[in-house]
């Protein structure tokens, strides 16, 4: 098996602790830089990540129950009633009964929780956006290999669904 590609690189599958350590930190960096905007924004309204997320999350998936949104976002109960009450009581986000479980409670954004993650996300896209068009189509593909390759099932489950409503 040839243990370098093209320039002499070595190949993904003989990578080095360095090598490794590199990827880990470039991560947490863009992580940081993919976050920064939306803080911010979130910052002004005394939100932080957690809140995002569940606003990104109804959003995606407008009708979803707390017990789905517990599953994805892996939080304690306690946490997320935490995030939803105060959605809920600045008017972003509404609990309506379920209509064939009395018990269930589906989330849906309002119009204010519409807007507030728009103008979230369309930061997030700009930035996604200008550092697709810098690295490139085959990049990209690689990128999201890797990503969902660090997934685990459970959650590339929520996150195929997510891609493909149907699946």
Do not use: C, W
Not at 10 to 38: C, H, N, V, W
Not at 137 to 158: I, K, N, S, T, W
Request: glycine fraction near 8%; charged fraction near 30%; charge should be positive.
């Amino acid at each position: 098996m040839n243990d370098q590609i093209g320039g002499g690189q070595p190949s993904l599958l003989s990578l080095t602790d360095e090598q490794l350590r590199k990827g880990i930190e470039a991560m947490y960096f863009a992580y940081r830089g993919f976050t920064a905007d939306p803080d911010r924004i979130l910052e002004q309204k005394g939100y932080g990540r957690a809140h995002h997320r569940a606003l990104h999350f109804i959003h995606r998936s407008p009708g979803t129950t707390v017990n789905n949104l517990l599953s994805i976002l892996g939080v304690t109960k306690q946490s997320l009633n935490r995030v939803l009450r105060a959605l809920i009581d600045d008017g972003l986000v509404e609990a309506r009964v379920g209509t064939r479980d009395k018990r269930e409670r589906h989330l849906h954004l309002t119009r204010e929780g519409a807007a507030l993650e728009r103008a979230i996300s369309e930061v997030q896209r700009e930035r996604m956006r200008a550092a697709y068009r810098e690295a490139g189509p085959e990049a990209v593909r690689g990128f999201r290999q890797v990503l969902e390759a660090m997934m685990d099932p459970d959650m590339r489950r929520h996150f195929n669904r997510l891609k493909d409503p149907e699946a």
